[in-house]
């Protein structure tokens, strides 16, 4: 019965769909859908990471580890919220900033971090470094530099829990 289907292929290094790139190969099925939409984040001041993406996209999918990455240590301060440009909605410029589409500029992956106040303080395109987006994290936060701070690497605690430690 199942002996004429083909096996399911999934790579990072092409442009071809295969399903949510944050569960595939970000390992974080968690950030699609958002848990909580631009407004509401705006709404209680609380600074946003929007990540514009297409999950046929070569570049997206390489980003999506980084964006992951990012996550783990700043997911409870901020809101990550990623944004599938195919569901944005042209209004002909009438989209408000508590929308995501008023911040898309037509590529991907594209990373937009607003702060608590509403400004945008970080708005690139293409494969962002995590020590890029990390630096301006450590700003809204008003944590050390990176260059300042103790490393924190990830020690199992059990085989589902991790904990942050020094070295």
């Excluded at 595939?24 to 209680?44: A, F, M, T």
């Excluded at 993406?53 to 990623?82: H, M």
Aim: with cysteine; charged share 25%; hydrophobic share 40%.
């Amino acid at each position: 019965m199942f002996l004429g289907s083909a096996p399911a292929w999934a790579n990072i290094d092409d442009d071809h769909f295969d399903g949510n790139i944050f569960a595939l190969y970000g390992g974080n099925g968690s950030l699609v859908p958002p848990r909580v939409e631009l407004s509401q984040s705006l709404k209680i001041h609380k600074p946003a990471l929007l990540v514009f993406f297409l999950d046929d996209s070569k570049d997206c999918k390489l980003f999506s580890t980084t964006v992951s990455r990012l996550q783990e240590f700043y997911g409870r301060a901020a809101d990550f919220i990623p944004v599938n440009v195919d569901a944005i909605v042209a209004e002909n410029g009438t989209q408000s900033p508590t929308e995501p589409g008023y911040y898309y500029r037509g590529y991907v992956p594209q990373t937009v971090l607003i702060d608590e106040s509403g400004e945008v303080v970080l708005d690139e395109i293409g494969l962002v470094s995590y020590e890029r987006v990390d630096d301006v994290f450590r700003e809204v936060f008003d944590l050390l530099p990176r260059s300042e701070s103790v490393e924190l690497r990830r020690q199992p605690v059990n085989e589902i829990n991790n904990e942050l430690v020094k070295d």
